[in-house]
């Protein structure tokens, strides 16, 4: 087995105006404010550094009434990650909050799934409530990036660097991929947005925007027989994964958590 990936989840954005019952399908009885957050996230290790997703720039959060709270490439510099020079960027899925900022990383090579191309690209778009989180700019600029050759279209699991795999889900869009790296505690799984919130997954209440919610379901066992505990694996959205893991340094709490170590309180 290779040597253990570090892995950060770097928070840049917040949705303050969501409600508990907008995050489960049917609703929630205890309804009340519910904030979402928005992450992109780095591993790196012997095998090279990743970045999966890319997240929204100041532009779209005005678009979209979200909170921008830092650049994403101020984030991954605060990691020592200087965004124009990373080699592989993971695009969980198209949606706005995750498939943006496509300047930040002119020389990447992008990974991403056949059947999500084939979805924000063909008839599932002439439907309004499919498209409405894609966000035409991104679409066009990742089809430009097919014909200019950096995209690598996986069609299914693959293994992308050793001790780093990408897995296709589904649900929540019809190409959405999750991320499984090897880590000093094992297996983790980045779920992006197979699981919004750590509700979703451990009571069985998928999040509203779906494509499919039985594959959204049967996405939340998969997450779990991948990762080497419960706990391994990371929600898309929550507000807790700040909570539950250390900060990167003091001065990044709030905004960056190292997810590979202990959990914040463990013996």
């Known amino acids: 087995m290779t040597a253990p990936y570090e892995v950060y989840a770097i928070r840049y954005a917040r949705h303050e105006g969501r409600t508990a019952a907008q995050n489960f399908v049917g609703g929630d009885p205890h309804d ?4 979402l957050d928005y992450f992109v996230w780095l591993a790196r290790g012997e095998a090279g550094t990743f970045v ?14 979200r909170r921008l709270l830092a650049p994403v490439g101020d984030g991954l510099r605060a990691l020592g990650v200087e965004p124009a020079a990373v080699a592989d960027v993971i695009v969980t899925h198209m949606h706005y909050d995750h498939a943006g900022n496509h300047q930040l990383f002119p020389a990447a090579r992008y990974h991403l799934q ?15 409530a499919l498209r409405h989180a894609y966000s035409p700019p991104d679409v066009m600029e990742m089809v430009a990036k097919v014909f200019g050759g950096r995209v690598d279209i996986h069609a299914g699991d693959a293994e992308l660097a050793p001790g780093l795999s990408l897995h296709l889900i589904g649900g929540h869009t019809a190409g959405l991929q999750a991320v499984r790296v090897w880590t000093r505690r094992g297996w983790l799984v980045l779920a992006s947005d197979a699981a919004h919130l750590y509700a979703n997954i451990d009571e069985g209440r998928p999040f509203p925007i779906v494509h499919d919610v039985a594959a959204m379901l049967e996405g939340h066992r998969t ?4 990762a080497s505990a419960d706990e391994l694996v990371i929600p898309g959205h929550d507000p807790q ?25 463990a013996e």
């Open 32 to 35: 009340g404010p519910a904030p």
């Open 52 to 65: 999966i997703d890319t997240g929204f720039d100041a532009a779209a959060a005005a678009e979209r009434g």
């Open 114 to 128: 056949d059947a999500e191309m084939a979805f924000c690209t063909g008839r599932p778009m002439t439907h309004a």
């Open 241 to 265: 994964v700040l909570a539950r893991f250390p900060a990167a340094r003091p001065e990044l709490a709030g905004q960056v958590a190292r997810l590979d170590a202990d959990p914040v309180g």
């Open 223 to 226: 997450l779990k027989a991948l």
